[in-house]
């Protein structure tokens, strides 16, 4: 098989032993906007494996824009009712014939499985641009780079920031990490297509720079559930509350009907996403090397996930009210605003 060296540039972290704030319009670049579908994206043929919400969207947005996309799902009928493009049979078949393969899935072992399971991208990667874009950890980024080198592929990590309303309107805010420089130029035309691309630096830095974030999504998300308590509790009018925190904290304003009104449907984050990204980030954290620091703050964040997530795992991250709840049942959500 065709063997890539790993350059000097290639990067590891010594930590390393082996779904997100929306991002309004500002942070959108020009490549990011509606280009149209003509110009040189009409020859680049990209695949999208994972079709989920997340990658439903990519797949979506590389269309509109003139990118030529082919789909793979593990649940098949999920990609077909896409009716976006080629339904591919495996990872190594949408990777065949594919210039760009995107991977967007759950966590480390559905990334593992897409890319070294039976038929998976690995068996037809030489000569690829690799993006995988979920969020997975550093562990199985290292593992990535090291399968990436010896088949002759160029891997781009590329967690993002922000969720579907994001891709769709081109605004994400992309952490990109690559070995070298033109590895990332090679994929700039996809990415910029669905938002911002903010190099990082080396393979493995994105992964870890990506799990801080949620971390934070996560604790100012509880943070901001125990204040809106509070301040009902002593009278206070519950949308004045919420209007004073998103002054704080705009991100917010998204989740309006979660943390005012107890709706949390349709889902933006998962709670049991959110809890995988605070698990993976507090391993990394107790991993760090010479740290005597510990992650008091991030540890307790995660008890109150775990405890929503365990009843009401699909609901939106918003659902972290139900924490402080005291007159609404958990399983009983809103479905109108009276």
Same mark, same amino acid.
């Given at each position: 098989?065709?063997?890539?060296?790993?350059?000097?540039?290639?990067?590891?972290?010594?930590?390393?032993?082996?779904?997100?704030?929306?991002?309004?319009?500002?942070?959108?670049?020009?490549?990011?906007?509606?280009?149209?579908?003509?110009?040189?994206?009409?020859?680049?043929?990209?695949?999208?494996?994972?079709?989920g919400r997340m990658g439903a969207a990519i797949a979506q947005r590389l269309k509109a824009g003139g990118f030529q996309v082919s789909v793979w799902d593990r649940t098949k009928a999920k990609a077909e009712a896409l009716n976006i493009g080629r339904v591919a049979d495996s990872p190594a078949d949408a990777?065949?014939?594919?210039?760009?393969?995107?991977?967007?899935?759950?966590?480390?072992?559905?990334?593992?499985?897409?890319?070294?399971?039976?038929?998976?991208?690995?068996?037809?990667?030489?000569?690829?641009?690799?993006?995988?874009?979920?969020?997975a950890g550093p562990g199985v980024a290292l593992e990535l780079a090291h399968a990436a080198a010896l088949n002759g592929a160029r891997l781009i990590e590329a967690p993002v920031m922000g969720s579907v309303p994001a891709v769709l309107s081109g605004s994400l805010v992309i952490l990109a990490g690559a070995?070298?420089?033109?590895?990332?130029?090679?994929?700039?035309?996809?990415?910029?297509?669905?938002?911002?691309?903010?190099?990082?630096?080396?393979?493995?830095?994105?992964?870890?720079?990506?799990?801080?974030?949620?971390?934070?999504? #996560?604790?100012?998300?509880?943070?901001? &559930?125990?204040?809106? !308590?509070?301040? /009902?509790? @002593?009278? $206070?009018? =519950?949308? +004045?509350?919420?209007?004073?925190?998103?002054?704080?904290?705009?991100?917010?304003?998204?989740?309006?009907?979660?943390?005012?009104?107890?709706?949390?449907?349709?889902?933006?984050?998962?709670?049991?996403?959110?809890?995988?990204?605070?698990?993976?980030?507090?391993?990394?954290?107790?991993?760090?090397?010479?740290?005597?620091?510990?992650?008091?703050?991030?540890?307790?964040?995660?008890?109150?996930?775990?405890?929503?997530?365990?009843? #009401?795992?699909?609901?939106?991250?918003? &659902?972290?009210?139900? !924490?402080?709840? /005291?007159? @609404?049942? $958990?399983? =009983?959500? +809103?479905?109108?605003?009276?």
């Open positions: 098989m065709p063997r890539r060296d790993s350059p000097p540039g290639t990067t590891f972290p010594a930590l390393v032993d082996e779904r997100d704030f929306d991002v309004g319009p500002e942070s959108r670049t020009r490549s990011g906007g509606d280009e149209g579908t003509g110009g040189p994206q009409a020859e680049t043929r990209v695949a999208v494996l994972g079709t990777t065949r014939k594919a210039d760009v393969v995107i991977s967007m899935v759950t966590g480390p072992q559905a990334v593992r499985e897409v890319y070294f399971g039976p038929e998976g991208v690995f068996e037809a990667a030489a000569n690829k641009t690799i993006i995988e874009m979920s969020t070995a070298v420089a033109e590895d990332l130029e090679a994929a700039r035309p996809v990415l910029q297509r669905l938002g911002e691309v903010h190099h990082v630096g080396g393979l493995g830095s994105a992964p870890v720079l990506k799990l801080i974030v949620n971390s934070l999504l #996560a604790i100012v998300s509880a943070a901001a &559930a125990e204040l809106m !308590a509070a301040g /009902t509790r @002593l009278g $206070l009018d =519950r949308e +004045q509350v919420f209007w004073a925190l998103t002054r704080i904290a705009p991100g917010f304003k998204v989740r309006e009907a979660g943390f005012v009104r107890n709706v949390h449907e349709p889902t933006l984050f998962a709670m049991r996403d959110m809890l995988k990204d605070l698990d993976l980030g507090l391993s990394l954290y107790g991993r760090a090397s010479g740290s005597d620091s510990t992650s008091p703050l991030t540890s307790l964040t995660r008890e109150l996930f775990a405890r929503v997530a365990s009843q #009401a795992p699909g609901l939106d991250l918003s &659902a972290i009210v139900n !924490a402080y709840s /005291t007159d @609404l049942p $958990l399983e =009983r959500q +809103q479905k109108e605003v009276a």
